[in-house]
T-cell receptor
Framework: RKEVEQDPGPFNVPEGATVAFNCTYS??????FFWYRQDCRKEPKLLMS???SGNEDGRFTAQLNRASQYISLLIRDSKLSDSATYLC????????????FGKGTMLLVSP | DADVTQTPRNRITKTGKRIMLECSQT?????MYWYRQDPGLGLQLIYY???????NKGEISDGYSVSRQAQAKFSLSLESAIPNQTALYFC?????????FGPGTRLTVL
């Protein structure tokens, strides 16, 4: 069974802190990678795609290490509103067929 | 207005009952999915459909069936509900790798 592993947390950080999450995946043939955000009892929403060259969107930076089969998400200057569960998601093949979701990492940002 | 809607949003039913969860989308996407989410287990794929004539089993399809009535509609049925099907169910569409989720249906089987 293809696996996507994440530390469940929770990560408790103060406002303004920098926090990083890692995710490992088992299938070396995986093609595309994403981070989703899920608020409590709500639907997941795409936070960002993860490109081979790494990508940044405001306070969020995602990186991919294919050799070690892990993906990272860095959040700088944490806000209270960043409190959520962050899901690492991997597409196993080409054509965006089906996705494998990690169980998520919970982030709690406190004042 | 929501692009992916699910009905009902909450449902309590009894063991052995048949129940249908409905999903509609206005995004015009061909690909639709049904997932369940249990605490601590993450999202698990039940069924998916790449167009009206294409239905595929996911990793946990036993005890479930689906119907793709139109591009915009994808229904999930539990023919005889059992308590371990108590979960949060999400419908989703996808386009170019991004998945768009409905708000979820919280199902409790007593």
């Amino acid at each position: 069974r293809k696996e996507v592993e994440q530390d469940p947390g929770p990560f408790n950080v103060p406002e303004g802190a920098t926090v990083a999450f890692n995710c490992t995946y088992s299938n070396s043939a995986s093609q595309s990678f994403f981070w989703y955000r899920q608020d409590c009892r709500k639907e997941p929403k795409l936070l960002m795609s993860v490109y081979s060259s790494g990508n940044e969107d405001g306070r969020f930076t995602a990186q991919l290490n294919r050799a070690s089969q892990y993906i990272s998400l860095l959040i700088r200057d944490s806000k209270l509103s960043d409190s959520a569960t962050y899901l690492c998601v991997v597409n196993e093949g080409s054509g965006y067929s089906t996705l494998t979701f990690g169980k998520g990492t919970m982030l709690l940002v406190s004042p | 207005d929501a692009d992916v809607t699910q009905t009902p949003r909450n449902r309590i039913t009894k063991t052995g009952k048949r129940i249908m969860l409905e999903c509609s989308q206005t995004k015009g996407h061909d690909r639709m999915y049904w997932y369940r989410q249990d605490p601590g287990l993450g999202l698990q794929l039940i069924y998916y459909s790449f167009d009206v004539k294409d239905i595929n089993k996911g990793e946990i399809s036993d005890g479930y069936s689906v119907s793709r009535q139109a591009q915009a509609k994808f229904s999930l049925s539990l023919e005889s509900a059992i308590p371990n099907q108590t979960a949060l169910y999400f419908c989703a569409t996808s386009y170019q790798g991004e998945q768009f989720f409905g708000p979820g249906t919280r199902l409790t089987v007593l």
